[in-house]
């Protein structure tokens, strides 16, 4: 009885996973053909593989980090500091690679590493604070908010450093910074042929241990759906020219960073005993501790983590304005925690997913690049924003609470 409790339980959770990134899906769809219809008349369309490519590049940021605040959220924790962090780590890694007088002529490979090690430093210090100190997390990260902005102005001092050196730029997927289409499509093949494995590998070993499987013309019509998505973005990527060589630029490296990341936290969340950790701590701090779960370890690797994404995602910032400013990154804060309820987060903790977050960072970049095309102001486009980031949170609590 208790077995099959579980296997039913199990089975309302797949169901809502699939429901909710369905409609995630869905609304992208119809956000896309509504801005679409509207910029037709202009030589860059949002549906143009000019604007798909640079649309890629634009969330590619956002997506390296929304993975990990995903986790610092289901762990019943916020990290306001990650937009700051992103600034002055960026604005270390200027300042080490840039030419003497300005920098230090460092080679920008070992200016990288010094960045992240900055990153995931900075990380564990206010993981510490929160779970060994008993800080709370909004305090502490608020403080680092102001510390490490503030840092990147005093460090730089308050000047724009660059140029950065043309390896490192390559991060941030310029003119050199795309690998092609060839190994376009190799890296395509071996992604699809690669997902196509899970999906149809776990039908045969829920089948094996006689466990419950979909019907098979879901699981077809799913592989024709990922099929459909993974040549429609080797078509975009392929499809908008290199204005030297005149052939497809191919897949940006700030894209594949950013998908590198996402399906490494993936599998962390979903295969790994520390995954495991996180989303127990999320449903249930104390019943988590008295398990014999290291509540507060886990704590501070997961701020460590988000420290090291918020160095990397400074690294690819930076590489793509190829000059570093004293603000860069100010308020992304608020949009990478916004993909993450728009993507299904609870802000309550215990849930959340990491692809449902990526589809929740494409919603909200595909949405601030198609009112930068339909030339919205700036004000009108973050008062728009807000109404979306509420109707995610309401839309977000309620399925929750049915599903609960």
Known sequence: MEAMRSLEKGSRREIGFYSQNLFLLLVLGLLWGVFHLLTL???GKFLSPQNLWNLSVQTAVVAILVGGMVLVIVARQIDLSVGSLLGFTGMAMALLQAVPPIGEGWPWPLALLVGLALGA????LQGYLIAYLGAPSFIVTMAGLLVFRNAAYLIAQGKTIGPLQDGFLVLGGGLQG???PFWSWVVTLLALGYTLGVVWRGRWLRQKHGLSVRPLWMDGLLSLFLVSVFGGFLWVMN????PTTGQGRGIPVPVLVALGVLVFLHWLSQRTRFGRYVYAIGGNPEAALLAGIPVRRVQVLVFGLMGLLAA????VQAARLAFVPTGMGTLLELYVIAAAVVGGTSLAGGSGTILGAALGALIMSSLQNGLVLMGVPTEWQN????VVLVAAAVWNARFHRRRS
Do not use: R
């Open 41 to 43: 008349g202009q030589p």
């Open 383 to 386: 008062l728009i924003l807000g």
């Open 239 to 242: 499809s908008f020219p290199h």
């Open 121 to 124: 430093g900075a990380g564990l």
């Open 312 to 315: 990397l995602a400074g690294a």
């Open 178 to 180: 795309s690998i092609g």
